[in-house]
């Protein structure tokens, strides 16, 4: 049981332990019947109803004193279950399997909170999927986890190495790129999402490097008339993909 709780541990505090197991840690029942049959093993000090859906599946559940499961909990309030769950690989082809996609690209998002929220409100307007460059946030941090309350598992998020090479390849495959930039001179409702698009969005103080953001086939901003300087990316994004899924749902 030691052994458990230590890889446990491990996969809760270094993305390196993470990375070399393809395998990461969610916590409370939402989040591991969510993970569904991803779920390597599971650790419980409380009997949860959830355990007899594992059990009946045939994945080894693991009971622990609430001292031990409260040393490798990383929420205030302990939920009194987590699973190990195995990383699900996917390519850049798998957010192009809609008629029309509709993808974010996010370039350097540092903030786990933002990235969660990202993923969710793209699970939310029904997007094809989420790609994230070297650089951005590890998506299976347990903050990002837990802000996506389960997206994550929900639609294809793909994690590239080279942001330019991906932007390219998505343009090869007639993906129109609409990047978001507070300084251009159109404004996002202006921009046609009607058909294939992806919404690129970067760096929460940068902003997308000049490199990227030159690749796009236009650049939008949010209009702010009033006292605020900026919006944080997550609800840049969701301001965006909203009238994204508005236009496609109905029209200009």
Not at 72 to 77: A, D, M
Request: charged share 30%; hydrophobic share 40%; glycine share 8%.
């Amino acid at each position: 049981m030691k052994e458990k709780l230590r890889l446990v541990k491990n996969l809760l505090e270094k993305r390196k332990a993470r990375h070399k197991e393809h395998r990461f840690v969610v916590e409370g029942p939402h989040l591991v019947e969510e993970a569904g049959d991803l779920v390597s093993f599971a650790v419980y000090s409380e009997r949860l109803p959830i355990l007899e859906k594992l059990q009946k599946k045939g994945i080894d559940c693991y009971k622990v004193s609430r001292e031990q499961f409260a040393d490798v909990s990383e929420v205030e309030t302990p939920q009194g279950i987590l699973a190990v769950v195995k990383e699900k690989k996917y390519e850049l082809k798998d957010v192009l399997k809609d008629s029309n996609p509709l993808v974010v690209f996010c370039v350097g998002v540092q903030d786990p909170g933002n990235l969660g929220t990202i993923i969710r409100t793209a699970d939310a307007v029904g997007a094809s999927g989420v790609v994230l460059s070297r650089g951005t946030v590890d998506l299976y941090n347990s903050k990002v986890i837990r802000s996506t309350m389960g997206s994550l598992f929900h639609l294809p998020i793909v994690q590239v190495e080279d942001a330019s090479e991906a932007i390219e390849y998505l343009k090869g495959r007639k993906i129109r790129m609409i990047a978001t930039d507070n300084k251009a001179e159109k404004d996002y409702f202006s921009a046609e999402y009607k058909g294939p698009s992806a919404i690129l969005v970067g760096n929460e103080g940068a902003g997308l490097e000049k490199g990227i953001a030159d690749l796009a086939d236009e650049a939008v901003k949010i209009p702010m008339p009033g006292k605020a300087e900026s919006l944080n990316v997550g609800i840049s994004t969701a301001v965006v993909l909203y009238e994204a899924y508005r236009q496609r749902k109905y029209g200009r």
